[in-house]
């Protein structure tokens, strides 16, 4: 008798069916939310400048002309020398917090035990909570003086110093996803290399590592990532002088901080105005390429894997 | 218990045809049809990548979280084409199934035990307290985890974990029941008296064992089936395969040890 009982059930579209559907599409509402938020902000920029774009932008001046000149007669776009700003503040950045986040991810995560590991996790957690701003007083105030007395350089808001307040800026969030990467890493693979007389290190650098990697570059990905978008703290440290850097003691001009810094003084849906929009076009761009690269090595690596 | 009366009294509990399972181009299954009785213990030996666990992935649906694994044929639980149910979850609630690794969820001992009772919408303290501690019994667990039934099920040994996951099977009070090489984190002793506990529990459900031991088949199973390369090779009456009576010269060599 049971048994044509739970066939009957089968069929039955109990309370916790319903709930089921309805989750679901509660879900899906918040992540098709999410796309429509992303897809209105991109056509809101492009909008915004692609008149310009379309009719009046000379492309080739655009990435081949040093030349940003928006109130010049006649005004100039050349977006060179910002693009090569905010890339060259980005890779300073990054050459500086890659191993230093790394270095710090693995020493929580593997080397360090009890109350050492929980406040150095808390501290590093608390350096993700200052203001950019704050970030750029210090540039200005106290890394910008102390480089002209150091390195005798006539300015001491320049390159390195935007770099280094950025990659500071970029470790906490760096080494807290770094951490978790290492820490996925399940610990029966350490004990089995332990088992085979592996040293710790040797078990960070072969066992550990290579399984974090997918891990470790999201978290390398994502610091790139605030790197390009970061605005007030570059704009404050970086110099804002418009040149192809040639040292790490030259003042640079980042998109992002000439974004910032010259769309107050635009009239709304002039040439300048437009321009600035055309930056926003190439800086989502940008980070739409790094997001796209970072899924791509995170899939290919677990398609590897399976 | 299930009284031979009555129409579907003669209609088999587990009724398959035909079943083929692929996944991307491989094939893990191939063109099995066999019944499973009411009541009785179905065991299924073969060597590994012959289709075993494949085949109870297909019994409760699984393959439909499973990204390319493609499933032909028809499976009828109960005379219920299982493909065509309205309501999955209530197939999978009525099949309890315990996968070869323990997989103790990350709750209390207690919590694992009565989440699907739970789920089920049993509230009372009282009846959540019998089940747990019946189905903890029954997978020889109780006595060793009776007093700290508040712990984290994940931390258990091996072992308990995967009497642990046992008692959650039992725990959904399933019609059908399939063990996918329950006792291999298990020591001998604690599997011999699971083993016993499942020669009771016949009279209540229908148990489909999947095992790698011969010998554990050969304890348990009325009727034993042979898988090898994909197929089904035969099934016989357990006693019948084990004492030579055999069709195929295949399982007369996998069952006396010949094989690899």
């Not at chain 1, 307040?165 to 290492?182: F, R, V």
């Not at chain 2, 009411?38 to 075993?52: L, R, V």
């Not at chain 2, 009325?222 to 009576?245: H, M, P, Q, W």
Request: with cysteine; proline share 4%.
């Amino acid at each position: 008798m049971r048994r044509a009982a739970a066939a009957a059930e089968f069929d039955r579209r109990d309370a916790s069916w319903w709930m089921d559907r309805i989750a679901q599409g509660c879900v899906f509402a918040g992540g098709i939310s999410a796309i429509v938020f992303i897809v209105g902000i991109l056509a809101f920029i492009a909008t915004q400048g692609m008149e310009f774009a379309a009719n009046r932008l000379s492309w080739t001046e655009f990435f081949g002309s040093i030349a940003w000149r928006p109130n010049g007669h006649p005004p100039q776009y050349g977006a060179l020398a910002l693009i090569a700003g905010t890339a060259s503040i980005t890779a300073v950045a990054m050459a500086l917090v890659v191993p230093l986040s790394l270095g710090a991810a693995i020493y929580i995560g593997e080397f360090a035990r009890g109350k050492t590991r929980e406040w150095l996790k808390i501290l590093i957690e608390l350096l993700a909570a200052i203001p950019s701003v704050v970030w750029g007083v210090i540039g200005l105030n106290v890394m910008g003086p102390l480089m002209t007395d150091v390195f005798g350089v006539p300015s001491g808001l320049n390159l390195l110093n935007a770099g280094i307040i950025l990659g500071l800026m970029a470790a906490p969030i760096m080494t807290t996803i770094a951490e978790d990467a290492l820490k996925a890493v399940p610990d029966t693979y350490r004990e089995a290399a332990e088992a085979l007389g592996a040293t710790k290190w040797q078990v960070v650098l072969r066992v550990v590592l290579p399984h974090a990697r997918p891990g470790l570059s999201a978290a390398g990905l994502l610091g790139v990532g605030r790197a390009v978008g970061e605005t007030i703290a570059v704009l404050m440290a970086s110099g804002h002088a418009i040149t192809v850097p040639e040292s790490l003691f030259d003042s640079v001009r980042s998109l992002t901080a000439t974004i910032a810094s010259e769309l107050g003084e635009t009239a709304h849906g002039d040439d300048h105005y437009q321009a600035l929009f055309v930056l926003g076009m190439l800086l989502f761009a940008i980070t739409f390429a790094i997001n796209l690269t970072a899924d791509s090595i995170v899939r290919g690596i677990r398609r590897k894997k399976a | 218990m299930v009284t031979n009366t009555g129409p579907e009294a003669t209609e088999p509990m587990l009724d398959v045809r035909g079943l083929t399972i692929r996944y991307g181009g491989s094939v893990a299954l191939c063109d099995v049809t066999l019944e499973v009785k009411a009541n009785e213990i179905f065991g299924i030996i073969g060597p590994a990548n012959a289709g075993k666990t494949s085949f109870l992935r297909a019994l409760n649906r699984m393959s439909d979280f499973v990204q390319g694994m493609e499933v032909k044929g028809s499976v009828r639980l109960a005379g219920r084409d299982i493909a065509s149910v309205r309501n999955v979850y209530a197939l999978r609630r009525s099949i309890g199934v315990v996968f070869p690794l323990p997989v103790g969820l990350p709750l209390s001992i207690y919590d694992n035990v009565a989440l699907a009772p739970r789920m089920r919408g049993v509230k009372a303290r009282a009846q959540l307290d019998e089940i747990v501690e019946r189905c903890l019994r029954r997978a020889a667990l109780w006595d060793e985890v009776k007093d700290r039934l508040r712990n984290l099920g994940s931390l258990l040994s091996g072992g308990q974990q995967q009497r642990l996951t046992i008692a959650r099977a039992l725990s959904q009070d399933p019609e059908l029941l399939l063990l996918d090489e329950f006792s291999i984190a298990i020591d001998p002793v604690t599997t011999m008296r699971i083993e016993e506990v499942l020669k009771e529990l016949r009279h209540e459900m229908t148990i489909v064992l999947v095992t790698n031991l011969v010998q554990q088949a050969r304890r348990l199973a009325d009727r034993t089936a042979f898988f090898l390369g994909s197929r089904c090779i035969e099934v016989a009456n357990t006693e019948e395969l084990f004492t030579g009576t055999v069709k195929d010269q295949r399982t007369r060599d996998y069952v006396e040890g010949r094989y690899g």
